[in-house]
């Protein structure tokens, strides 16, 4: 955000998870791609067995970021100086050549080089990479509409949790036969509509639940919409299902 205050007032906010799932990925398509690691390190510095290592390593690396715990995901990128610019129609991730060579020939990813965090690359070490993505605001929420198929979505945390609260709820029913509806909404501190509401996702259709899971489900279907749906929502007719929830 940049500009007067004012400015900075109307600028969008992105959810955390979604940018930092499309920089790890892109990240990780990059330390996969031979011919974009023999440019950065130099065919001539490399030969023969060298690119092999390299390549092995790039290997290694793109592995232990889809691995990595977010703390030291986070300092991998302190480690190379990645910088994140995010435009209407793409976003640039730029940082350190020099940086990634040396990452590339370390046996293991230094995680005290996020110490050198306030260091900054000088413009000929800087390289960029590019992800075509846009914003789109659906309701009060701001998503990142990635381009391409091969990009695995990031999850919505609040769907997650309410079809894992609807599974759990429908599991303790059926092996404590004395817990009823208004028992388990007392348990909950919830009404026993919600309660009903809730164990209605058990039963969608597998495809709705994958698409969930795997944060593949349309825009406009968040947390509070599944909800004010799932009272509608047909038992067994998953072709409404879809319909009615917006695949």
């Known amino acids: 955000m940049r500009g007067a205050k004012r400015d ?6 992105i959810p955390a998870g979604d940018l930092e799932g499309l920089v790890v990925h892109r990240l990780r398509s990059f330390f996969a791609d031979h011919t974009a690691l023999l440019d950065v390190a130099g065919n001539e510095t490399y030969p023969g067995s060298g690119q092999r290592q390299l390549i ?4 290694q690396v793109a592995e232990e970021l889809g691995a990595n715990t977010p703390d030291k995901t986070k300092a991998t990128l302190m480690a190379l100086m990645c910088r994140i610019t995010i435009h209407s129609d793409r976003i640039d991730l730029a940082f350190s050549r020099g940086r990634t060579a040396a990452l590339l020939t370390a046996a293991s ?4 080089a996020q110490q050198c965090l306030n260091a900054v690359p000088a413009p000929h070490d800087l390289m960029t990479l590019r992800a075509q993505a846009r ?3 659906v309701g009060r929420e701001v998503r990142i509409i990635v381009e391409g198929a091969d990009y695995q979505a990031v999850a919505d945390p609040s769907l997650l949790r309410i079809v894992a609260r609807a599974h759990d709820i429908q599991e303790r029913l ?3 036969t004395g817990l009823t509806v208004h028992g388990v909404a007392r348990e909950e501190r919830v009404t026993a509509a919600y309660v009903y509401a809730l164990l209605r996702l058990p039963r969608l259709a597998p495809d709705i639940t994958t698409a969930i899971v795997n944060g593949r489900q349309p825009l406009q279907l968040n ?3 599944l909800m004010r749906k799932a009272s509608r ?11 009615l929830l917006g695949f």
């Open 233 to 243: 929502l047909p038992a067994d007719d998953w072709a409404e299902q879809r319909t």
């Open 109 to 112: 990813i230094d995680l005290a």
């Open 56 to 59: 092995e390593r790039g290997r």
């Open 135 to 137: 914003l789109q605001r």
């Open 223 to 225: 947390a509070k919409t």
């Open 174 to 176: 059926s092996q404590d």
């Open 8 to 13: 900075r007032e109307r600028a969008w906010r």
